[in-house]
């Protein structure tokens, strides 16, 4: 079968049907193209161009006396055609460093902050996966017994940023027992993560059993406890849930009611961002590429933040499909770009 090749002028009219739809959020007609383009061209040229697009399932027709609208398919091919552009944008994004730089010193803090200015600077949701404290090379590690069946552990990392994490535990350890543990991380893993200690301590186990029984046999319950704890619960920074509100003509009552549930739903909701991340600066994933079909009115714009060449979690927005992505794709781009600047200046 012979592979139908979009012309320069099919792109271009595309593109308009797009935009023009992304900012009025009804069908357009050829009609309206017309007298937007920069050459003169009549409706029957662009009613074919049209038709050829519907065909190829880029636009979509609601009714017969209707114009046309964008399918999810014509959505990843303006944004895949966009991408190049997007990414290095005339107008450079204005995000002051000092907004970056409020409460650095809580780990957490940072990452609120940040999905309050995604969702600031794009109108629509932002969020911020943190990443898994196992993952984060640490300076310095504390053990703090908050009650019989609940141990915090305060970590600070290599680039002086400070993360809490509580561990639910049946194992009825003492504040001497853990300072002991801790103690002995300090000592001998400063600069690792909590998964490389694990890992080291149950392959030597034998070895470092003999000087330090008592402290390995409890540290490693307590890091089983704490991983099996982890895998559940990725936490997730959510800002900007009254910007969707205030836009009822984008999402029927119905799909808006779903989605605040999933955002409720954050374990839920952070797997699947964590299933999502990529070394791409920024990925889009648009309706029905979203992996949870009742919330198909919606796109998701991510990148990832990290330092030393390590992905840490990722960080983006999502919105109606009507998002402005020429807008949006580079905004994502340069908060994480911001965000890893910041975690790497931090040390």
Do not use: W
Not at 30 to 58: C, F, Q, W
Not at 300 to 307: K, T
Not at 310 to 323: M, N, T
Request: charged share 25%; net charge positive.
């Amino acid at each position: 079968m012979k592979k139908t090749i979009l012309r320069d002028k099919d792109i271009q009219i595309f593109s308009l049907i797009v935009e023009n739809y992304l900012k009025v959020g009804k069908p357009i007609s050829s009609g309206h193209i017309t007298h937007r383009m920069d050459r003169p061209v009549s409706s029957a040229t662009v009613r074919n161009i049209m038709a050829k697009l519907e065909n190829l399932g880029y636009l979509h027709q609601p009714h017969t006396s209707a114009g046309r609208i964008p399918t999810d398919k014509g959505l990843r091919f303006y944004v895949n055609n966009l991408f190049e552009e997007a990414m290095y944008p005339d107008k450079s994004i204005d995000l002051p460093t000092e907004d970056f730089n409020r409460e650095r010193g809580d780990f957490n803090s940072l990452l609120d902050n940040v999905s309050h200015i995604l969702s600031e600077h794009s109108d629509n949701l932002g969020f911020v996966l943190s990443p898994r404290v196992s993952i984060m090379n640490f300076r310095h590690l504390r053990f703090i017994k908050v009650s019989e069946e609940k141990i915090m552990i305060i970590l600070i990392t290599t680039f002086n940023l400070v993360l809490t994490e509580i561990v639910e535990t049946k194992s009825y350890l003492t504040q001497v027992e853990l300072d002991r543990s801790s103690s002995y991380i300090n000592e001998n893993f400063r600069g690792r993560n909590l998964l490389f200690v694990r890992d080291l301590l149950l392959r030597e186990i034998p070895a470092y059993k003999m000087k330090y029984e008592s402290i390995i046999r409890n540290l490693i319950s307590l890091l089983k406890t704490y991983f099996l704890q982890e895998e559940k619960n990725n936490q997730i920074f959510i800002q900007g849930t009254s910007n969707l509100l205030e836009k009822p003509e984008l999402f029927d009552m119905d799909s808006l009611k779903s989605l605040f549930q999933k955002f409720e739903e954050k374990a839920r909701l952070a797997r699947l961002l964590s299933d999502v991340i990529s070394l791409d600066r920024v990925k889009v994933l648009i309706g029905s590429e979203f992996s949870l079909p009742d919330i198909s009115d919606c796109s998701l714009v991510l990148s990832h933040y990290g330092y030393d060449r390590q992905v840490l979690g990722s960080l983006g927005i999502i919105g109606p499909k009507r998002i402005p992505y020429r807008r949006i794709i580079p905004l994502v781009d340069c908060v994480a770009k911001k965000l890893s600047e910041t975690i790497s200046f931090s040390r």
